[in-house]
């Protein structure tokens, strides 16, 4: 017998059959009564004074409800990180597509005409799109300097560790917008009840975010805020913040019409609003020795914020954070950068800006090994982290050497430097082969000390029949109920069927925390296991006091205590117990529990005459902590690799003149099908980790991390380019393989 009964297994998700049979109810699909439709009325300008709201006389505008800054009984910001984003602009626009008014009418038709007859007057400002302009001062746009955010690490003696090196290495590396693409689109509804509370239904990643942004908008207090989750068809982080924006949007509306109120986007709304991936551009300088040893690294990374905060100071933390990649640097200089532009604001996804610092260091690393001739495995060999080394910002390394196990693993399962050494030299035909290898960790949980700060809390309870899981850790679509149930039934000792997810309700769920940072089965599970471990104690303690067999299954003893004493009811809580220490002011410290690791190699074919590549086969060696359901957990990785691997080269997302996305529609925005997805290789390595439940790592975000720096490696070797940037689109690579060509 093995040493888990439930943790290990390859448990089917009790939310597939509803999905699959289409049994399952989103936002959309709710029927509410008496429920009037929400639509927004926007800036169509990137910045401005905003003069007022301008209302046809030929609209009969009894028919509807319209809400302005005005109209807001609490305040007019939407908390976020900062209250620096206006629910409603007030007196100036900073972003196109920027809200300035709010609509409801009671169907579809009354909505359009509406929409069609008013409109914001707003002066135009001359805008800042680009982070270059924000940081030349001349245009003021956020704060004193339009930096919103800045951290600095400085370990070691850098001046001295370029003098060992016997070659600098220097680039210039950028990320582009990518956008979350859910299948679902962003939904919220709300209903004003008649003792004055607010329920807001929608979907959404974390409850007590729209909880407390709502609560504030509305001027109630927490017990009149009702949030519920609908079944929610994907995040990958865009469903972080802005469900707290939409959320107050339709509470606003439901407040001031008197109907309860949805607000439902289209594609196309959903793509030209909604919060992207932080692009971003970084200069790395890096000293080594002749034998590839890093000697030194000075570091600028920035990252393009947009109009407002929302999320961009915790996302430049993990930039800062993951700046030196798996590797081991002894002297190092790191500066970061969020700064401002007038164009929408970009959020969370996937990788929380890790992914676009992994991609400078990792391709530093590739641009070291071509100058010295040495093969890009062994660089990365050679100067990977092993246990004991310190990372820039302050913290040992306690766990194995699990960036070496991973690169050796991936080598071996791709066979990677045969085909290198095949591909070398394959004929100049006009397929061309390649391959690339790159790899990346990624910290579990909240940066820092924002994990003990969370009081992250679970409630599990004895129902009659069933143990009901009550969490705020929402199902997206990645697996998280089937692991909540398995870690419960785990400890209690009993099987998954015993055991139910409760949907997050914040007036009966406790604060788990939000579903982000990759932290659910890590830690939230750990709050559950928690209150299962004392809901078990009370039980053999009653066990013990009647003197009933050991072997008595749990189930029974839950429905005789029941019978006897109540519900067993308990609480449980994520503590820690390893010492960790982060100086918030320092920006130093130990700053995760736990690391997750993946290296990737990658196999591309390249068409030298059209300029398409497509990923062949892509080998994954991931070291996960414990895998606690397997399958699930192959399924994140291969879904997160795929989203990498179309931010290489397929995503092409960019602002034109306007301050407008490039892509308001799928023809414009390619993302990869079916038809584009490789053959994939996946093995899992565990190192379990002491603060993690059952020893689990968070791994939902690490298969980003090094997918892109590996997909652009493996072009480079088929067809002798290096590309700097992603997406490295067919027009990019035609310009790096054909530089004299006269561009049209």
């Known amino acids: 017998m093995g040493e888990f009964n439930v943790i290990g297994r390859s448990i089917l998700r009790d939310d597939g059959p509803g999905k699959v049979t289409g049994r399952t109810e989103y936002i959309a699909d709710i029927d509410i009564p008496g429920c009037w439709t929400g639509g927004i009325v926007r800036s169509k300008v990137a910045r401005g004074r905003l003069k007022g709201i301008v209302k046809s006389p030929s609209f009969d505008w009894s028919r509807v409800t319209v809400v302005t800054c005005e109209d807001i009984p609490g305040e007019n910001f ?3 990180v900062r209250t620096d984003y206006p629910a409603l602009a007030e007196k100036e626009v900073n972003y196109f597509s920027q809200a300035v008014a709010l609509v409801a009418a009671p169907d579809e038709v009354t909505l359009k005409e509406a929409m069609s007859s008013i409109e914001a007057d707003i002066e135009p400002l001359k805008p800042v799109l680009a982070v270059e302009e924000a940081l030349e001062g001349k245009e003021i746009i956020w704060g004193e300097d339009n930096i919103i955010d800045e951290y600095r690490t400085e370990s070691g003696d850098i001046e001295k560790g370029f003098a060992e090196a016997d070659l600098i290495v220097e680039g210039d590396w950028a990320t582009g917008l990518h956008e979350q693409l859910y299948l679902e689109t962003q939904g919220m509804a709300a209903n004003m009840r008649e003792d004055g509370a607010v329920e807001v239904i929608g979907s959404l990643q974390c409850p007590f975010y729209v909880h407390g942004a709502v609560q504030k908008v509305m001027a109630l207090p927490p017990e009149k805020v009702i949030i519920r989750q609908a079944a929610t068809g994907g995040g990958f982080g865009g469903k ?104 929408p604001p970009n959020g969370a996804f996937r990788g929380f800006g890790a992914p676009q610092s992994i991609f400078a260091m990792e391709r530093s690393m590739d641009l070291a090994a071509k100058k010295l001739g040495i093969d890009p495995l062994d660089i990365r060999l050679k100067n990977a982290l092993r246990t004991g080394d310190r990372f820039p910002y302050g913290q040992v390394l306690k766990e194995k050497n699990n960036a070496v196990a991973v690169l050796e693993k991936a080598a071996e399962m791709s066979d990677y430097r045969a085909k290198g050494e095949l591909y070398a030299s394959q004929p100049k035909g006009r ?25 992250t809390t679970a409630r599990v309870c004895f129902d009659g029949s069933k143990f009901a899981v009550y969490v705020s850790s929402t199902e997206i679509g990645q697996g998280s109920s089937t692991v909540l149930r398995m870690a419960a039934a785990e400890e209690l000792g009993t099987a998954v069927e015993d055991v139910v997810y409760m949907v997050p309700d914040t007036s009966k769920t406790p604060n788990t925390g939000p579903t982000v940072a990759s932290r659910t089965t890590m830690y939230a599970s750990k709050a559950v296991r928690d209150a299962c471990s004392r809901i078990r104690k009370k039980l053999e303690e009653w066990r013990t006091a009647k003197g009933l067999p050991a072997d008595t299954s749990v189930t029974v003893l839950a429905a005789g205590y029941m019978k006897e004493k109540g519900m067993p009811d308990e609480y449980g809580y994520n503590t820690f117990d390893d010492g960790s220490c982060w100086d918030e002011e320092k920006f130093e410290g130990d700053a995760y529990r736990g ?68 892509a308001s529609h799928m023809n414009a925005y390619l993302v990869p099908t079916a038809l584009d997805t490789p053959e994939w290789e996946i093995e899992l390595l565990e190192d379990p980790c002491a603060q993690g439940c059952f020893g689990a790592k968070g791994i939902g975000e690490l298969p980003m991390n090094a997918a892109g720096p590996a997909f652009v490696s493996a072009v480079d070797n088929a067809v002798g380019v290096f590309c700097d940037s992603i997406p490295c689109t067919g027009e990019k690579l035609f310009r790096l393989m054909c530089p004299d060509e006269k561009k049209s």
């Open 78 to 80: 939407i908390s976020i």
């Open 595 to 662: 690391y997750a690791w993946i290296a990737n190699v990658i196999e591309v074919e390249v068409d030298t005459d059209t300029y398409e590549v497509s990923a062949e086969k892509v080998f994954a060696a991931a070291e996960v902590g414990r895998a606690v359901n397997p399958m699930q957990l192959k399924g994140q990785l291969t879904g997160g690799m795929l989203q990498a691997i179309g931010w290489s080269h397929l995503e092409d997302m960019r602002v034109d003149d306007k301050g407008r996305y490039t």
């Open 431 to 455: 397929i061309r082969k390649g391959i690339g290898i790159a790899a990346a960790l990624h910290g579990g949980g909240f940066t820092g000390a924002g994990e003990d700060k969370m009081g």
């Open 240 to 343: 972080e913040d802005y469900p707290s924006i939409l959320g107050s949007y339709a509470a606003l509306l439901a407040y001031r019409s008197g109907h309860p109120v949805k607000i439902i986007f289209d594609r196309e709304e959903d793509l030209m609003v909604t919060p992207k991936r932080h692009p971003s551009k970084s200069h790395y300088r890096m000293g080594v020795t002749r034998d590839g040893k890093i000697t030194a690294l000075d570091a600028d990374i920035i990252l393009d914020s947009g109009a407002y905060t929302t999320l961009s100071r915790v996302v430049l933390q993990r930039s800062q954070l993951h700046a030196c990649g798996i590797y081991h640097v002894p002297n190092v200089r790191i500066r970061s950068r969020a700064v401002a532009t007038n164009t």
